[in-house]
């Protein structure tokens, strides 16, 4: 179980919460920040809430096309990643790869 504990803001400025005002949040690294920091300060611990199942999405990796002034070996890189990947040589300079890409089928 996820520990959920009320906050409240203080007089220190804060954009989290505005002073006065109280809110119940997971008790995170970031709110642990806040605290430690006099940006919030903790009214009640005593709430807790059982955690949801974190989700896995799957999704395929899309590569963008580098800039045309990016470096050499982020083209290499990019285009090995195609599918089917260009084929090019270590000789072959940025303008090289570029123009390989341009001109694929």
Same mark, same amino acid.
């Given at each position: 179980?996820?520990? =959920?504990? +009320?906050? /409240? &803001?203080?007089?220190?400025?804060?954009?989290?919460?505005?002073? &006065?005002?109280? =809110?119940? @949040? %997971?008790? %995170?690294?970031? #709110? /642990?920040?806040?605290?430690?920091? &006099?940006?919030?300060? @903790? @009214?009640?611990?005593? +709430?807790?809430?059982?955690?949801?199942? #974190? #989700? *896995? /999405?799957? +999704?395929?990796? #899309?590569?963008? @096309?580098?800039? =045309?002034?990016?470096?050499? /070996?982020?083209?290499?890189?990019?285009?090995?990643?195609? !599918?089917? !990947?260009?084929?090019?040589?270590? *000789?072959?300079?940025?303008? !090289?790869?570029?123009?390989?890409?341009?001109?694929?089928?």
């Amino acid at each position: 179980m996820a520990q =959920r504990i +009320t906050v /409240e &803001g203080t007089i220190t400025p804060s954009t989290f919460l505005a002073a &006065g005002d109280r =809110r119940t @949040v %997971t008790r %995170t690294a970031f #709110v /642990e920040k806040l605290i430690a920091k &006099g940006f919030i300060r @903790v @009214v009640d611990d005593e +709430t807790s809430a059982e955690v949801a199942p #974190v #989700v *896995e /999405e799957k +999704t395929e990796e #899309v590569f963008a @096309v580098p800039a =045309r002034n990016a470096k050499r /070996e982020v083209w290499a890189a990019f285009l090995t990643r195609l !599918d089917p !990947d260009i084929h090019f040589t270590d *000789e072959d300079g940025r303008d !090289d790869l570029i123009e390989l890409y341009e001109s694929r089928g």
